[in-house]
């Protein structure tokens, strides 16, 4: 069990990593809420040290880095990243050598893959395969959750699109075409995000998660490729798992209402 309030360094952090099952030379995609793995040493910047340590040189660290806004245009340089997504990950895309997305759907990345995984054409829905998530999908990347749980994990967007959902909420982003903001609309798979737990269960229960202590706090590691093909095996069977009954979740709600009768 963890020591709870005990301050940790990057060097314990990092055999955590490696103990939980973090592989040297992979694909790491990382959703991280730092509150409840806290202390580490050098703080979100030292965590993110420890994330490289067990990766090592030849591994690749990828963090969500999306915009907060609709309507403000994105510059990779100077727009902050969503404040939902925490401060590792507002740390991490403003290091040296994190390479970032050019579209506001933004993953940021370092390592050998980080071009391959970050640059990628605006995807519409953001999780669609041909999008940053997905394409640490196709490097059979891992995903870690970090003091989270699946409620974070965009991966089962991914799966969501995979398996053919039928939601979609029209939605809208702000881009820059010919140096003029352009007001682009979309649909997405969205909705609370809360169901996402159950892949908890599918995932223990085939064997495909491993869970383990890091810092002060609890790590759920997976392979992205068994995430979507368990979740999208599920979805195949009840399209609408993800969303609460009717009359439950008024997002959840929303997105029922958008189905095709």
Not at 57 to 63: D, S, W
Not at 96 to 123: K, M, W
Not at 217 to 229: C, E, K, N, P, Q
Request: proline share 9%; charged share 25%.
């Amino acid at each position: 069990m963890p020591h709870e309030g005990r301050e940790w360094s990057r060097e314990e952090v990092a055999g955590q990593l490696r103990d939980l099952g973090v592989e040297q030379g992979g694909v790491l995609l990382v959703h991280t809420a730092f509150r409840a793995i806290r202390p580490v040493e050098g703080g979100p910047a030292g965590l993110i040290e420890a994330l490289r340590m067990a990766i090592g040189p030849e591994g690749t660290l990828v963090m969500p880095s999306w915009t907060g806004s609709d309507e403000e245009p994105f510059d990779p340089a100077t727009t902050p990243a969503s404040e939902d997504l925490g401060a590792v990950a507002q740390t991490f895309w403003r290091m040296p050598g994190v390479i970032r997305s050019d579209h506001p759907f933004a993953f940021a990345a370092i390592g050998p893959r980080a071009r391959r995984i970050t640059d990628t054409p605006l995807p519409l829905p953001p999780h669609v395969p041909d999008s940053p998530v997905g394409r640490v999908h196709d490097e059979d990347g891992q995903v870690l959750l970090l003091g989270t749980g699946h409620d974070a994990n965009t991966t089962l967007h991914l799966a969501e699109l995979v398996a053919g959902v039928p939601y979609r909420l029209p939605k809208h982003i702000t881009v820059l075409r010919d140096g003029r903001p352009v007001r682009v609309p979309y649909g997405e798979n969205d909705h609370c995000c809360e169901r996402f737990t159950l892949a908890d269960g599918w995932l223990r229960g085939a064997g495909l998660q491993r869970e383990g202590p890091v810092g002060n706090g609890t790590a759920r590691l997976v392979r992205s490729r068994d995430v979507v093909r368990v979740s999208a095996e599920r979805l195949g069977r009840d399209p609408l798992v993800f969303l609460h009954a009717p009359g439950e979740c008024a997002e959840c709600d929303d997105a029922r209402a958008s189905t095709v009768a």
